[in-house]
């Protein structure tokens, strides 16, 4: 069974899987390819941060909403650890996510990944996100998938 709930970034579990993050994004794309939000960002206003939980409580996944305040968001920072893969988490953090959103009145859910990220995209896709041109930062950024989300 999968728990996700609302979470402050600075636990060291979060910590944790922002540093693992990271890491693996930092094994398929060069130095500063990567268009993360810094642990920092996620304790910003407007951004909230989900975390799936297993029955006992131990991390597994990890998504953040940046509310733009315009009745768009984006999705930022999906990653879930070894631990967590195959059981349904990714699944259950976008559903959190995406329900909080509307519950925001965000209309759309915006994304940007990297083309390396095959699994991620395939979930997006699966979700009904749709390809979009490359939008504000990553306009410019050859590593960057961008995709969106009407939310209904």
């Given at each position: 069974?999968?728990?996700?709930?609302?979470?402050?970034?600075?636990?060291?579990?979060?910590?944790?899987?922002?540093?693992?993050?990271?890491?693996?994004?930092?094994?398929?794309?060069?130095?500063?390819?990567?268009?993360?939000?810094?642990?920092?960002?996620?304790?910003?206003?407007?951004?909230?941060?989900?975390?799936?939980?297993?029955?006992?409580?131990?991390a597994l996944?990890?998504?953040?909403?940046?509310?733009?305040?315009?009745?768009?968001?984006?999705?930022?920072?999906?990653?879930?650890?070894?631990?967590?893969r195959g059981?349904?988490?990714?699944?259950?953090?976008?559903?959190?996510?995406?329900?909080?959103?509307?519950?925001?009145?965000?209309?759309t859910l915006?994304?940007?990944?990297?083309?390396?990220?095959?699994?991620?995209?395939?979930?997006?896709?699966?979700?009904?996100?749709?390809?979009?041109?490359?939008?504000?930062?990553?306009?410019?950024?050859?590593?960057?998938?961008?995709?969106?989300?009407?939310?209904?």
């Amino acid at each position: 069974m999968t728990i996700v709930t609302v979470a402050d970034p600075r636990q060291p579990e979060v910590e944790s899987l922002v540093r693992a993050s990271d890491a693996y994004a930092e094994s398929l794309y060069a130095t500063g390819a990567c268009s993360s939000l810094a642990l920092a960002e996620l304790v910003a206003d407007g951004v909230t941060v989900f975390v799936a939980r297993d029955a006992e409580g131990l991390a597994l996944g990890m998504a953040a909403l940046v509310n733009r305040g315009d009745g768009t968001g984006e999705l930022k920072r999906l990653f879930v650890s070894e631990a967590g893969r195959g059981q349904g988490v990714a699944t259950a953090v976008m559903d959190a996510l995406e329900a909080a959103a509307r519950a925001a009145s965000t209309h759309t859910l915006q994304l940007e990944t990297g083309p390396r990220h095959l699994a991620a995209i395939a979930l997006y896709e699966q979700r009904g996100y749709v390809h979009i041109e490359r939008f504000g930062p990553y306009a410019g950024n050859g590593f960057s998938v961008c995709m969106e989300k009407t939310l209904g």
